[in-house]
Structures are given as structure tokens and as C-alpha cells.
């Protein structure tokens, strides 16, 4: 897939993630093969009047090799305001998330709230092409409660979106139920710009379904919770090195811009996914769960992954 002069080079992406997608876990996700990561969603809102903050989430690796950004909210000013940010002068494509089904983000007509109001996204997505230096691309589902992906993908076109990406789920899906592969590849026959495809890749096997639909990008989410090995995989490549060195290097990058208490509590539920699978780790697993420290945690994934 090619944005402007952007190569994506083998098309696997790592989908933004909020509470997950962490410099730490993009930069193994990215050693192991991801092409392009995105940040967690930001805030346009909290990027003009709490700036510390949504700083501290663009903090990027030098390793990852398209670094793209992923915006958030609902007021198009305001929006195309925070493109111009200097703190996403880091990223080569500028994402508008039009997918997220949280609560607290639907409530706020953002995220997926938004495919329920083509007018309004529309222009959100017009007034942020206009502004921004990049490319501005819109990750978006099928629809509120009904597939309306077609429609909705052709106005992203139109708005002068450079690429788009579906998620195969509506918001009242949340994560349940299959990602429909047969939406995706319709939308990817009905535009010119690139598709990328979202939901459900997690193997061999459903990597090869999702290329089927014809995407030109394919982009891995929860697949590559405690598997960030998976880029790797999918690219013919079987992992053999030490699950337990993955995990110490997720850590140190941390280290260099967390404390130890906030890195002792966010980084439980990923210690769970490096555990996930793992024969007799149950015992353990409810140790992880718990552990007072980083230190302590390490020790545990230690003893079961090597």
C-alpha cells in the first residue's frame, strides 16, 4: 500500500488500542514486522487545553517505522485546530476514529457516534484534510446497528480521506460475534482509495480469509495482545527466540517515561496475555493478577516462559 510516498511495505499494521497500544508494546509489535502502528486515540479536545497529558501518549519509539496518530472528537474547528499540533509532528498519517464503540466516547457523539451523523463526519473529515500537512485517513465499523459501511466509505472518499479502514462490526457488536469479511471486501470493490481490513486476525488462517476480501492493508488487534510475535508469523517467520526477553523489552521501554507504580498496574493486564495459554500457569496467572511490583511480575513470567 502506497499513501502519497508512504510505503506500507508488507501491509501488517497494529491497530490503535486504547489502554494497550503503549510505546512499549509498539516497538516489539514493530521489531517483529509491524509496517505502520497507530497511538492510543487522542483527544482533540484535551490536545488544546490539557496538553501534558495527551503529550505524554505520542511519545513514539525509534523503531517503529510509519508512526500514525489517531484523533478523536466531535467539533470539526476544534479538530482541524489539533491538527496543526505541534505534538503530532511526529506522525506521517493523522487517523480520525470513527469506530470506537465506548461508552463514554459514543455518549460524547465521538468515535462510532458519529456514523450516525454523515453530515457532521463529513466535515470533520474535510476540515482536518484541509488543515493537515499529511495524509488523514478515518478508521471507521459497519455502522451504529446496521451496515452502512458503503455508504459511509464512499463519503470518506469524497471528503478526501487518503485511505480508510474497517472495522467488520457494528457498535451494538461491540467485540461479540464474527468480523464480516464479505462488508469488508465489498467496500474494498466500491472505493479507489485503499481499504484497510480490521477484525478477527489472529492466525494463518484468518489472515488468508482477510486477504481474500482483496484489502490493501491488514491491520491486527487483539491477535497480537501477549502475541506480539504474530507480525512475525504471519510473514512466514516462526517464532523461536524467548517469550521472557519480549516481555523485559516491552518493560524497559516503559521505564524510560512511567514510574513504577502506574507501570505495576497498567502492566498486569498485559503480564496476563503473555501468560495467556501457558500449561499450570493458573496459579501464576492469579499471582500477575495481584503482584505489588514490576520487579515481582517479571520473576512470575519468568518462571513459566522460560
Known amino acids: 500500500m502506497l ?26 509489535c514493530s521489531l517483529f514486522g509491524a509496517s505502520a502502528t497507530y497511538s492510543e486515540m487522542l483527544s482533540c479536545r484535551a490536545m488544546l487545553h490539557n496538553p501534558k497529558k495527551t503529550e505524554l501518549m505520542t511519545i513514539a519509539s525509534p523503531d517503529e517505522k510509519i508512526k500514525i496518530g489517531q484523533i478523536f472528537g466531535h467539533e ?14 511526529k506522525y506521517q498519517i493523522i487517523d ?6 465506548a461508552p ?18 463529513s466535515r470533520i473529515i474535510s476540515e482536518c484534510v484541509k488543515a493537515s500537512q499529511v495524509p488523514i485517513s478515518v478508521k471507521f465499523r459497519l455502522g451504529y446497528n446496521s451496515d452502512i459501511s458503503l455508504q459511509f466509505g464512499r463519503m470518506c472518499e469524497e471528503a478526501g480521506a487518503s485511505y480508510v479502514t474497517l472495522h467488520g462490526r457494528t457498535t451494538e457488536q461491540g467485540y461479540s460475534g464474527r468480523a464480516d469479511y464479505e462488508a469488508i471486501a465489498r467496500l474494498k470493490a466500491s472505493l479507489k482509495i485503499p481499504v484497510v481490513g480490521n477484525g478477527d486476525v489472529v492466525d494463518d488462517q484468518s489472515y488468508k480469509r482477510m486477504l481474500e476480501t482483496g484489502v490493501d492493508g491488514v491491520m491486527i488487534g487483539r491477535g497480537a495482545q501477549g502475541r506480539p510475535w ?7 517467520r516462526r517464532f523461536e527466540g524467548s517469550k521472557f526477553d519480549v516481555v523485559r523489552m516491552h518493560v524497559e521501554e516503559l ?4 514510574d513504577e507504580a502506574w507501570l505495576t498496574l497498567y502492566m498486569r493486564k498485559h503480564f496476563l496475555w503473555y501468560a495467556s495459554g501457558v500449561e499450570g500457569a493458573s496459579e501464576i496467572r492469579r499471582e500477575l493478577a495481584t503482584s505489588p511490583s514490576i520487579d515481582k511480575s ?5 518462571e513459566i516462559l522460560n
Do not use: H, T, W
Open 3 to 28: 499513501i502519497r510516498d508512504i510505503d506500507f511495505g508488507n501491509n501488517l499494521i497494529l491497530a490503535p488500542m486504547a489502554g494497550v497500544s503503549d510505546v512499549g508494546f509498539r516497538k516489539v
Open 76 to 89: 470539526p474547528e476544534i479538530m482541524a485546530e489539533a491538527v496543526k499540533s505541534p505534538m503530532l509532528a
Open 96 to 101: 480520525i476514529n470513527m469506530g470506537c464503540p
Open 104 to 121: 463514554k466516547i459514543v455518549k460524547n457523539g465521538e468515535g462510532s457516534a458519529l456514523m450516525k451523523n454523515l453530515p457532521l463526519a
Open 230 to 236: 504474530i507480525f512475525q508469523e504471519l510473514l512466514g
Open 255 to 258: 521505564k524510560k517515561y512511567y
Open 298 to 302: 517479571l520473576d512470575l513470567l519468568r
